[in-house]
């Protein structure tokens, strides 16, 4: 092997050593804030509660039980517009649905549930990074048993980007060996894109994003040039008071309507190299890099779990990847 494959070979596995002897637990940061909501809740509200508190999920709250009841995401909302579709006449149930509901309207539209995985906050944090990959979840909540009563509690909820923030922000020594560009890795997908331009509606985007099972569309004008994205979160404040009407609004409409703490739009090049990736996720809020090309036309998509399952996998015994 090259020098530069050796070098890259070092710094995944340096990575990888880091992530097995580090727990979920290590990468809250000392005081955080949790929002958990109450099943009983009105799904209507419960649209206000995020956006008022700046998240796009929390953990779910079964308080007859006592027991967790899983992850409300913006997957959740997108099934709701997606039972409005097919029930357009039953615009006053949707508007009485409960967060315990959102099982029922997943059988009512025929999707699969999300299976709700969860880890134990002190196992290594490769554990949690692996069920993850394994799920397509993105994001995975941190239960604990409490040892006396037995009973569980919802400690955070992790994401794929918190993880990577984790990795680039204490592994700079081994990120800094990963020098192969993103053309050589493979990394990220440049074929079949599903795409859409400013003047589509946000449903036409709502779905083809259940279609693709993706969580961003890239927007594009008609040289198929990068102009913006459209994200699942985005759906979020479109909906916003029960407004399902709005979603035939152009997904220009939409977009114009997020909030000033956007994080943004974050590009790279297939030249660039992964420790410049990592670079970028150390001092921004990355959630996905679109790649383009020296004019800005759209080339591919590299999303979080793309570079989680290269940092975790590639080289790996094939034995071991089954294992899970
Ligand atoms: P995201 O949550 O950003 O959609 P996922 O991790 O769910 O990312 O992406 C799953 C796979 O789909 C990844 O390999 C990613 O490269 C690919 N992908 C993401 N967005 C698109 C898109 N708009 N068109 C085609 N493929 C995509």
Redesign the pocket.
Request: glycine share 6%; no cysteine.
């Given at each position: 092997p090259s020098p530069l494959d050796k070098d890259q070979m070092q710094g995944l596995r340096g990575v990888r050593e880091f992530l097995k002897v580090r727990t979920s637990y290590d990468v809250l940061p000392l005081s955080f804030r949790l929002v958990v909501l109450d099943i009983d809740l009105l799904i209507k509200k419960s649209l206000n509660i995020l956006i008022q508190n700046g998240i796009v999920s929390a953990p779910l709250w079964d308080s007859r039980n006592s027991t967790f009841a899983g992850l409300l995401t913006s997957t959740d909302y997108i099934n709701v517009i997606q039972y409005y579709c097919q029930f357009p006449h039953d615009l006053n149930q949707v508007d009485q649905f409960r967060l315990s509901s959102l099982r029922d309207i997943e059988r009512a539209i025929g999707v699969l549930p999300l299976e709700t995985v969860s880890v134990h906050p002190m196992r290594p944090l490769y554990e949690a990074c692996r069920r993850m990959l394994k799920t397509?979840a993105?994001r995975i909540p941190l239960v604990d048993v409490d040892d006396e009563t037995g009973r569980e509690t919802v400690v955070s909820v992790i994401t794929?980007y918190r993880i990577l923030k984790f990795i680039a922000v204490n592994n700079e020594q081994h990120t800094m060996l990963l020098k192969k560009p993103v053309r050589d890795l493979g990394l990220?997908?440049y074929?079949?894109?599903?795409?859409s331009t400013m003047n589509n509606s946000v449903l036409d985007v709502i779905h083809?994003?259940v279609k693709?099972?993706?969580?961003?569309?890239?927007i594009v004008d008609e040289d198929y040039r990068l102009l913006n994205v459209f994200?699942?979160v985005d759906v979020i404040p479109c909906i916003k008071g029960g407004a399902y009407d709005e979603l035939s609004a152009t997904v220009g409409e939409a977009l114009s309507k997020r909030s000033d703490d956007f994080a943004g739009i974050y590009t790279c090049g297939q030249d660039d190299r992964l420790d410049s990736i990592f670079d970028t996720i150390r001092k921004s809020r990355v959630?996905?890099l679109i790649v383009v090309d020296d004019d800005g036309g759209l080339k591919?998509?590299?999303?979080?779990?793309?570079i989680l399952?290269y940092v975790l996998l590639y080289g790996e015994e094939e034995d071991s990847i089954r294992g899970g």
């Open positions: 397509r993105r794929q990220g997908t074929k079949d894109l599903a795409t083809l994003m693709h099972n993706i969580s961003a569309v890239p994200e699942a959630h996905r591919g998509i590299i999303s979080l779990s793309d399952k």
